[in-house]
């Protein structure tokens, strides 16, 4: 193991995301295995989550199948994975959740994408994590566009005017 992985594995344990990253992968019932200095949690169960991989810490979550069967789709996985271990340490740990929110929420700003424009992903590399550049569009079009979401989505809760909540409102 060469002396950046090292201290990026050592980073993740001090600040606690790697733990976190295992017991994650066991209660999704994953089996681990040491793969290039990382934690490889195979055939995890990850409820909410579509991404092929994910990784919490120097542990690399693959959903639902093997290394094997998920680098034969996207070769790259392990490498692009890597990275982010990297940027979790870089970020001390737990901040990276919040960051890589906000990164992804202008990603999806900028390209309608949440990983073309997301500086954690294109610093782990798109084509490798198997993400496809995309141009970035003007902010005020993303904006007019999360505007239009909000609508829609205000309009669905909404009920008719005048309408109460539950029970009859005279009662």
Request: positive net charge.
């Amino acid at each position: 193991m060469d002396s950046n992985t090292l201290v990026r594995n050592v980073g993740n344990i001090a600040n606690l995301s790697t733990p976190l990253g295992i017991i994650v992968a066991l209660a999704g019932g994953a089996r681990l295995r040491m793969v290039n200095g990382l934690v490889v949690a195979e055939c995890a169960v990850l409820p909410g989550i579509s991404a092929s991989a994910m990784t919490i810490g120097s542990v690399v979550l693959i959903r639902g199948r093997t290394l094997e069967e998920a680098t034969r789709r996207i070769p790259g996985l392990l490498e692009h994975e890597g990275h982010h271990a990297h940027q979790w340490a870089y970020c001390f740990g737990l901040p990276f959740i919040p960051l890589y929110m906000a990164a992804t929420g202008w990603s999806w700003l900028r390209s309608a994408d949440r990983a073309a424009a997301n500086l954690f992903e294109v610093q782990a590399g798109l084509a490798l994590g198997g993400y496809t550049a995309r141009d970035k569009r003007p902010l005020r079009a993303g904006g007019r566009a999360l505007r239009s979401l909000v609508s829609a989505a205000v309009a669905r809760r909404s009920g008719p005017p005048g309408a109460a909540c539950g029970a009859d409102a005279d009662a």
